[in-house]
């Protein structure tokens, strides 16, 4: 199975609250889990990623938890701000490392709200 | 990470025509890929564009329909074929980034496609 489920569908924060985001995956030869924002009438950025091998990654006010157990992954948005307003994507890849080359598997998006 | 653009940006065109779609990097990279975004969903991969080789498509998607070309390591283009409404979505193309570790895709602005 190569799918990657993603949850809640839309999400609405207040400025300053933390959104969360998650996603679920069912195939274990996934080895990369990049996150992606996305905002209307724009190609989806990459936001930050995760390998398996760790379980937590953090850039700024974004971090990345990852239950390789689980199968699941999830996106905290700490201090949340209007401007971060976007439908976000969560995606796995296979055959990450090395010179192989592989193609992304997308999350349905969440759509996230950040009121003033 | 590699900068990518995209001509057209957006385009109307009138059911049974082909639009030609391109795709430009600013750097070398052996692969490039092509997704496809119908409104309000996620993204769908059409095809992997290896330079010199026929481009590799995923279930759902025919060279008939998707005709590719990839003549060099920074140029690709993308054909909708005889087009209907439902070919209506966003184009988008992505690169990985081999400058850095494996994994890293990187997408363009996006085609907007319209077919009346």
């Known amino acids: 199975q190569q799918q990657v489920k993603q949850s809640p569908q839309s999400l609405i924060v207040q400025k300053g609250g933390i959104s969360i985001i998650n996603c679920a995956y069912e195939?274990?030869?996934?080895?990369?889990f990049p996150w992606y924002q996305q905002f209307p009438g724009k190609g989806p950025a990459l936001l930050i990623a995760?390998?398996?091998?760790?379980s937590e990654k953090k850039e700024g006010r974004f971090t990345i938890s990852f239950n390789k157990s689980a199968k699941q992954f999830s996106l905290h948005i700490m201090d949340s701000q209007p401007g971060d307003s976007a439908t976000y994507f969560c995606?796995?890849?296979?055959?990450?490392?090395?010179?192989?080359?592989?193609?992304?598997?997308f999350g349905q998006g969440t759509i996230l709200t950040v009121h003033p | 990470s590699a900068v990518i653009s995209q001509k057209p940006s957006r385009d109307i065109c009138q059911r049974g025509t082909s639009l030609t779609i391109q795709c430009q990097v600013d750097?070398?990279?052996?692969?490039m890929f092509w997704y496809r975004q119908q409104p309000g969903q996620s993204l769908t991969l059409i095809a992997t564009?290896?330079?010199?080789?026929?481009?590799?498509?995923e279930s759902g998607f025919v060279i008939d329909k998707f005709p590719i070309s990839r003549p060099n390591l920074t140029f690709s283009t993308l054909t909708v074929s005889n087009m209907s409404p439902e070919d209506s979505s966003i184009y988008l193309c992505?690169?990985?980034?081999?400058?850095?570790?494996?994994?890293?895709?990187?997408f363009g602005p996006g085609t907007r496609l319209t077919v009346l």
């Open positions: 992505s690169v990985e980034d081999l400058t850095r570790q494996g994994g890293k895709q990187f």
């Open positions: 195939n274990t030869a996934f080895d990369y």
């Open positions: 995760i390998r398996p091998d760790v």
């Open positions: 995606a796995a890849l296979f055959n990450a490392g090395g010179t192989s080359y592989g193609k992304l598997t």
């Open positions: 750097s070398q990279v052996t692969m």
């Open positions: 564009a290896n330079q010199g080789s026929e481009a590799t498509y």
